[in-house]
């Protein structure tokens, strides 16, 4: 299995441009985040998905759009980017919470770092 | 809103000694996780701590979770350079549905 896997790497974007960050996961996981972690700091959730059209806003979600058309794919979208969205990306997956025993955990893929200048 | 604090941010310690980076958390908590991240890297799982007070342990590392103090703590025996990273617990929460909420992390450096 890849796991999570993101596309870019790198990305440079000029003031009011957009994009799309990519994710996919081969684990059949229902749940997935994207994330973002500003230099130094922890990592603060932006949208997440508990399965195949169904999505939430997290912590910091302006300036964000997400869709989950597939349970392999959350793709991330920036529009109009600004400076303050300079930052990594994570996106993670997961199995659904289920048991209150579960020890499951969050699966992270290797980020995509931004700089919008 | 939930709120995770670790301490300390920033440890510096030589090869062979213990320390113990703490993590408090502000309301219950179903579980709490601690991740690795190497500089430039992406977060690694090193443990999952259940509401039922766990202790884990790997290797050097041991983490443990006393949910009437709101508190996980995170040991390090013998510290060797490898464990040079930043160490992140995390918390979730029943009503949160599984979403995260990080601490800010801790960058420990062990020196030779």
């Known amino acids: 299995n890849a796991g999570v896997t993101q596309t870019p790497k790198f990305r440079i974007l000029k003031i009011g441009q957009s994009m799309t960050l990519q994710c996919t996961q081969d684990m059949n996981h229902n749940y997935m985040y994207w994330y973002r972690q500003d230099p130094g700091m922890g990592l603060k959730l932006i949208y997440y998905?508990?399965?195949?059209?169904?999505?939430d806003k997290g912590e910091v979600p302006n300036g964000y759009n997400v869709s989950r058309s597939t349970t392999e794919d959350f793709p991330l979208r920036l529009e109009l980017a600004a400076p303050s969205q300079t930052s990594v990306y994570f996106c993670?997956?997961?199995?659904?919470?289920?048991?209150?025993?579960?020890?499951?955990?969050?699966?992270f893929g290797p980020g995509t770092r931004l700089t919008v200048l | 809103e939930l709120k995770v604090e670790q301490n300390p941010l920033f440890l510096s310690m030589q090869e062979g000694k213990n320390y113990t980076i703490y993590c408090n958390y502000s309301t219950t908590s179903d579980r709490l996780y601690w991740y690795r991240q190497d500089p430039g890297k992406s977060l690694e799982s090193l443990f999952v701590?259940?509401?039922?007070?766990a202790v884990k342990q790997e290797g050097r590392l041991m983490a443990s979770l006393d949910t009437k103090a709101r508190l996980s703590t995170l040991h390090i025996t013998a510290a060797v350079h490898d464990l040079s990273a930043t160490y992140f617990c995390?918390?979730?929460?029943?009503?949160?549905?599984?979403?995260?909420?990080f601490g800010e992390g801790t960058q420990l450096t062990v020196n030779p």
């Open positions: 998905s508990v399965g195949a059209g169904i999505t």
């Open positions: 995390a918390v979730d929460t029943e009503t949160s549905g599984s979403r995260l909420t």
């Open positions: 701590l259940l509401s039922n007070g």
């Open positions: 993670a997956s997961s199995y659904s919470r289920g048991l209150v025993t579960s020890t499951d955990t969050q699966y």
